[in-house]
């Protein structure tokens, strides 16, 4: 299964409204998670199971899709929210792990 | 809280051996199986393997890129999981990750640690 994220870069402003894509090569039921990336720090869990949200996710942050295609959107961007994410599909038995390329997001 | 923490990054030539270490704290080690990630400089994220908690089998499972070279094992005595790197290639340098599990028996990993550099370099 190849993980697509779209787009590479968003140029983005503080309050904008971001929504970033994941498409999966075939249908990987609600298997999902998303992950933020910033220099210097381990990938911090947002998203699991596509929609349900780690423990203590500002609620800007939310999840959505089934089968193939999956978004992240954040209501309202924040200054802290600037970093690289990344769409993970997980398989269970057996395990594997697939994730996207990232897409990062940049102050416009 | 819940703290792991990568140790056993260094340089090392291509051809020979390291082995990381992940020490855990603050969770019951025991219950969670454990992954190992990596990311190479400049790249995205990539798994390399994992192993199951002792209630799902305890066993591991990895990555084609690094199956047959790599062994993930535990010590649930000393709340560490391994991960044994042979035959080291320059493609395997990377910044390595432990993570857990975000609940007994899933996939989806809930904390990472903070990361330690492995360089393969002649």
């Known amino acids: 299964i190849v993980m697509t994220q779209s787009p590479a870069t968003l140029s983005v402003s503080p309050g904008d409204r971001v929504t970033l894509s994941c498409r999966a090569s075939q249908s990987i039921g609600g298997t999902l998670a998303w992950y933020q990336l910033k220099p210097g720090q381990p990938p911090r869990l947002l998203i699991y199971n596509t929609s349900s949200r780690a423990t203590g996710l500002p609620a800007r942050f939310s999840g959505s899709g089934s089968g193939t295609e999956f978004t992240l959107t954040i209501s309202s961007l924040e200054s802290e929210d600037f970093a690289v994410y990344y769409c993970q599909h997980y398989n269970t038995w057996p395990a594997l792990y697939t994730f996207g390329q990232g897409t990062k997001l940049e102050i416009k | 809280e819940v703290q792991l923490v990568e140790s056993g990054g260094g340089l090392v030539q291509p051809g020979r051996s390291l082995r990381l270490s992940c020490t855990a704290s603050?969770?019951?080690?025991?219950?969670?199986?454990m992954s190992w990630f990596r990311q190479p400089p400049g790249k995205g994220l990539e798994w390399v393997g994992l192993?199951?908690?002792?209630?799902?089998?305890?066993?591991?499972e990895y990555a084609a890129s690094v199956k047959g070279r790599f062994t993930i094992s535990r010590d649930d005595s000393k709340n560490i999981a391994y991960l044994q790197m042979n035959s080291l290639k320059t493609v395997d340098t990377a910044v390595y990750y432990c993570?857990?599990?975000?609940?007994?028996?899933?996939?989806?990993?809930?904390?990472w640690g903070q990361g330690t550099l492995v360089t393969v370099s002649s």
């Open positions: 993570a857990k599990e975000g609940a007994s028996g899933v996939l989806w990993t809930d904390y």
């Open positions: 603050g969770f019951t080690f025991g219950h969670f199986g």
């Open positions: 192993i199951r908690s002792w209630s799902y089998g305890g066993a591991a």
